[in-house]
T-cell receptor, first 112, second 116 residues
Framework: GDSVTQMEGPVTLSEEAFLTINCTYT??????LFWYVQYPGEGLQLLLK?????DKGSNKGFEATYRKETTSFHLEKGSVQVSDSAVYFC???????????FGTGTSLTVIP | GAVVSQHPSWVICKSGTSVKIECRSL??????MFWYRQFPKQSLMLMAT?????????EQGVEKDKFLINHASLTLSTLTVTSAHPEDSSFYIC????????????FGEGSRLTVL
């Protein structure tokens, strides 16, 4: 079945460090891929998305490229800030239904 | 952009009572809304899919008589936790989708339920 496998955390980085959070997926058809972020005590909000192969989603300095050949959608940021501390969820949506599949979430803590 | 609003944000209740959580799509019509439950430091667990004008579709293992879902209009879905017990304490999040299978899910702010 369709699923998302996400790098387990927690991840702790110093400010201005480079961030990578790995995400791979299994899906039939042509899914859309998403990264959501959850700040402490809040709901989820969309960070970025890509709807077809080779698309790059970007927002707030974060980027992720939809790689069909490796079935991956890794999240990257060149220089993290303390305010980026949050839980990050990778997700996919198939084109055959109304279902979203979420990864387990990766907790990121950025220290000054 | 599209907004989903959830109310209340926090609720504390006594064991055995029922609690209702509302989820509203503020600037779009949502024929389908989703209810998730999130345990501390864990991912989202889909509980049910709420369909406007018809019965909700529950995920395996979710008690439909325990978690009553009503989707009476295109902008409102409600989740009622009936006869709540301490193990029902959790963070409940609703969402609605805009734009077909490439569209994103918009999430409510979440409702933290504590059952004493």
């Amino acid at each position: 079945g369709d699923s998302v496998t996400q790098m387990e955390g927690p991840v702790t980085l110093s400010e201005e460090a480079f961030l990578t959070i790995n995400c791979t997926y299994t899906a039939t058809g042509y899914p859309s891929l998403f990264w959501y972020v959850q700040y402490p005590g809040e709901g989820l909000q969309l960070l970025l998305k890509a709807t077809k192969a080779d698309d790059k989603g970007s927002n707030k300095g974060f980027e992720a490229t939809y790689r069909k050949e490796t079935t991956s959608f890794h999240l990257e940021k060149g220089s993290v800030q303390v305010s980026d501390s949050a839980v990050y969820f990778c997700a996919l949506s198939t084109n055959t239904g109304n279902q979203f599949y979420f990864g387990t979430g990766t907790s990121l803590t950025v220290i000054p | 952009g599209a907004v989903v609003s959830q109310h209340p944000s926090w609720v504390i209740c006594k064991s055995g009572t029922s609690v209702k959580i509302e989820c509203r799509s503020l600037d779009f019509q949502a024929t389908t809304m989703f209810w998730y439950r999130q345990f501390p430091k864990q991912s989202l667990m889909l509980m049910a899919t709420s369909n406007e004008g018809s019965k909700a579709t529950y995920e395996q293992g979710v008690e439909k008589d325990k978690f009553l879902i009503n989707h009476a209009s295109l902008t409102l879905s409600t989740l009622t936790v009936t006869s709540a017990h301490p193990e029902d304490s959790s963070f409940y999040i609703c969402s609605a989708r805009l734009g077909g299978h490439t569209g994103e899910l918009f999430f409510g702010e979440g409702s933290r339920l504590t059952v004493l």
